[in-house]
């Protein structure tokens, strides 16, 4: 006597194809996004250890000065300039003339052209924050003298800049915020592939509820 095995209802069929495609869309999105993350998530991982340990890390900072003179035509371009504050004690912020932040970018090897100055009737200060250090520029409108130092701190206060996003301007910022969307995608795809497979994993909500409850008793208990 032969015995045949009973087909499964055609609507299980259905959701079982439906699970298995949905599973394969979020695996296609869930290693795609690791993929394009993998890279600066190890950066930011190590970073992250460098900014934790930042009082432990010592580094030597390398300063650099140069001293040197405007030309006596940019002197006088900078003398004709007619939105000069009249009063010294508060400097008003505006961009040095091209010429003249053509001349000294090229001079000191730094870009100053984009960079907001402050003026007052003594003297122009400009600001030149970056990552990984610290620059400021100096001008003397009575003499036309420059003054100019850059502190470097080195490579990790650099790449600790970097993480932080400090000094680093709008493009790196907005790259940031992608590689954060990137990131979440990411999480959340991997969050749903777990509950497809939390069935057959018992421990899998379990080291999920972990990973939350960990750092939530440290910051009640330790952190005040």
């Known amino acids: 006597m032969s015995t045949t095995s009973t087909p499964p209802p055609v609507h299980a069929h259905q959701a079982s194809q439906r699970r298995a495609g949905w599973l394969k869309t979020l695996h296609h999105w869930h290693w795609i996004s690791a993929a394009i993350t993998l890279i600066g998530l190890l950066l930011f991982s190590i970073t992250g250890i460098t900014l934790n340990h930042a009082g432990d890390i010592k580094s030597k900072p390398r300063v650099v000065q140069r001293e040197l003179t405007l030309p006596e035509s940019l002197q006088a371009l900078l003398a004709r300039q007619k939105d000069e504050p009249q009063d010294a004690?508060?400097?008003?912020?505006?961009?040095l003339p091209a010429t003249v932040a053509h001349w000294l970018s090229a001079e000191l090897n730094t870009d100053v052209a984009r960079q907001k100055a402050e003026w007052s009737a003594e003297e122009i200060y400009i600001p030149l924050p970056r990552p990984g250090g610290d620059a400021w520029l100096r001008i003397d409108r009575s003499n036309g003298a420059v003054e100019y130092e850059a502190t470097d701190q080195g490579w990790i206060a650099y790449f600790n800049d970097l993480h932080k996003g400090r000094n680093t301007g709008a493009a790196w910022a907005w790259f940031i915020d992608?590689?954060?969307?990137i990131c979440l995608l990411s999480s959340l795809t991997g969050l749903l592939i777990l509950q497809f497979h939390a069935s057959q994993r018992p421990t899998t909500w379990p080291l999920v509820v972990l990973g939350l409850v960990v750092p939530l008793l440290l910051t009640l208990i330790f952190i005040h």
């Open 89 to 95: 004690a508060s400097p008003t912020a505006a961009p």
């Open 178 to 181: 992608l590689f954060a969307v």
